[in-house]
Every structure is written in structure tokens, then in C-alpha cells.
């Protein structure tokens, strides 16, 4: 029903920046949260920052000051900007999304990208 698309993975140096971007499409009615997680690997999957559609953000401690979460409610992207990025965000990151795809309750369900793999190494 809801398909979202990341791009934007890479290798990058330490201290270098990186964007990620991701696209939902599909049967959407309104998305409530967006945003983005990763899991490193022999790790639980972790929260990396949201976004409401009302523009209230939410931050990893790990990432405060570094990332950079925005939004595009009009075409159902959301983007990370990463700066300053260290070999300990080194992860797989993966878009969310919580989107209203029926009309009978407000309820939203969740979503998931295919993740991008992001590697910070000299």
C-alpha cells in the first residue's frame, strides 16, 4: 500500500557529511511521523530523529547538534542531513513512517524503507 524509497548511502570519511532522502508513495491519506532509524550490526534497531507533520522534531542524544531532519509535507519526503558524522554511526538507516491509509479510523500504520547503508571509515 505504502512504499518508501531511500537514497543517499555511502562511504564517507570521518568528520565528512552524507544526505539521506526518502520518498513515500502508494495509498496515502496523510503521514503523521517520518523519519529515520538505523542498526548497526549485533545492534537493536534505534531511533536516529522524527519528524510530525505539525514540524515538532525528535533527536537521538548520539546525533544532536550533527543531524538535521526536514520534511516536505507536500511531496511525502523526509531528509537527514548528517555532518560531523563519526565511524560510530556506521549503520544501516532506515526511513519510517507512521501514514493514515484508511478513511474508517485516524489510526496510522507503520512503514518502513529498505534501508541505505551509511559507513563513516578512513
Known amino acids: 500500500q505504502v512504499q518508501l524509497v531511500e537514497s543517499g548511502g555511502g562511504l564517507v570519511q570521518p568528520g565528512g557529511s552524507l544526505r539521506l532522502s526518502c520518498a513515500a508513495s502508494?495509498?496515502?491519506?496523510?503521514?503523521?511521523?517520518m523519519g529515520w532509524y538505523r542498526q548497526a550490526p549485533g545492534k537493536q534497531r534505534e531511533l536516529v530523529a522524527t519528524?510530525?507533520?505539525?514540524?515538532?522534531?525528535n533527536y537521538a542524544d548520539s546525533v544532536k547538534g550533527r543531524f538535521t531532519i526536514s520534511r516536505d509535507n507536500a511531496k511525502n519526503t523526509v531528509d537527514l542531513q548528517m555532518s560531523s558524522l563519526k565511524p560510530d554511526d556506521t549503520a544501516v538507516y532506515y526511513c519510517?513512517?507512521?501514514?493514515?491509509?484508511?478513511?474508517?479510523?485516524?489510526?496510522?500504520?507503520?512503514?518502513w524503507g529498505q534501508g541505505t547503508q551509511v559507513t563513516v571509515s578512513s
Open positions: 519510517y513512517a507512521n501514514v493514515r491509509v484508511r478513511w474508517s479510523t485516524d489510526r496510522g500504520d507503520n512503514y
Open positions: 519528524t510530525t507533520s505539525g514540524g515538532s522534531t
Open positions: 502508494g495509498r496515502i491519506i496523510s503521514i503523521y511521523a
